[in-house]
């Protein structure tokens, strides 16, 4: 459990800022929330792969839990922020 916190603080936040530099569109939202919203996708896309897959209890990397972790954390910035995003300034 403690290794999927850390995960969701670490991979989270990583997601934050890559899609606040790189989320397409003309849409904005402040940084604290695109990390927020990094870390939760983390933890949906963690409850998803252990839905349909189950928990194993795989030692080491469970490299297919991070792709889905990561996938999930990825599409929500987007989405959210496309949605919810107030427009970006001209200048």
Same mark, same amino acid.
């Given at each position: 459990?403690?290794?999927?916190?850390?995960?969701?603080? +670490? %991979? /989270?936040?990583? =997601? #934050?800022?890559?899609?606040? $530099?790189?989320?397409? !569109?003309?849409?904005?939202?402040?940084?604290?929330?695109?990390?927020?919203?990094? +870390? %939760? /996708?983390?933890? =949906? #896309?963690?409850?998803?792969? $252990?839905?349909?897959? !189950?928990?194993?209890?795989?030692?080491?990397?469970?490299?297919?839990?991070?792709?889905?972790?990561?996938?999930?954390?990825?599409?929500?910035?987007?989405?959210?922020?496309?949605?919810?995003?107030?427009?970006?300034?001209?200048?």
């Amino acid at each position: 459990m403690v290794s999927t916190v850390l995960w969701a603080l +670490i %991979g /989270g936040t990583i =997601i #934050g800022f890559l899609g606040k $530099t790189f989320a397409p !569109g003309k849409r904005d939202i402040a940084l604290w929330l695109t990390i927020l919203i990094g +870390i %939760g /996708g983390i933890f =949906i #896309g963690n409850w998803a792969y $252990t839905g349909i897959w !189950g928990d194993d209890g795989t030692r080491g990397l469970d490299w297919w839990r991070h792709i889905w972790q990561v996938a999930a954390a990825a599409l929500l910035v987007v989405l959210l922020t496309s949605s919810i995003g107030r427009k970006k300034s001209s200048s």
